[in-house]
Nanobody
Framework: VQLQASGGGLVQAGGSLRLSCVSS????????MGWFRQAPGKEREFVAA????????HYAEAVKGRFTISRDNAKNTVYLQINNLKPEDTAVYYC???????????????WGQGTQVTVSS
């Protein structure tokens, strides 16, 4: 499956962004979809995941309350709404997918290219 992420950019602290990730899979509902991020000099970390079958979600503690993951089945697309952006949210955000997986732990086997999010203070 191919994943295409978009929506990153440069925003001021306190602003919002919506990241999108389109999946090429014909069996879209079989996949758990999610997001990871990697800040400069740091390891890639889990952000959020959503199960298409039962709509369950899971978030990293650091983003709870500010990030919302959702999906549009008709568009084979998963979204990550990011509100009240902070400079520490600056990172490359990666879309990922796991076939017949779970939202926790989310161990994707498929990765998209990253989209850069930069938050200025």
């Amino acid at each position: 499956v191919q994943l295409q992420a978009s929506g990153g950019g440069l925003v001021q602290a306190g602003g919002s962004l919506r990241l999108s990730c389109v999946s090429s899979s014909r069996n879209y509902s079989a996949y758990v979809m999610g997001w990871f991020r990697q800040a400069p000099g740091k390891e890639r970390e889990f952000v959020a995941a959503i199960n298409w079958h039962d709509l369950s979600t899971h978030y990293a503690e650091a983003v709870k309350g500010r990030f919302t993951i959702s999906r549009d089945n008709a568009k084979n697309t998963v979204y990550l709404q990011i509100n009240n952006l902070k400079p520490e949210d600056t990172a490359v955000y990666y879309c990922a997918a796991e076939r017949y997986g779970s939202v926790f732990p989310f161990t994707p086997g498929y990765w998209g290219q990253g989209t850069q999010v930069t938050v200025s203070s």
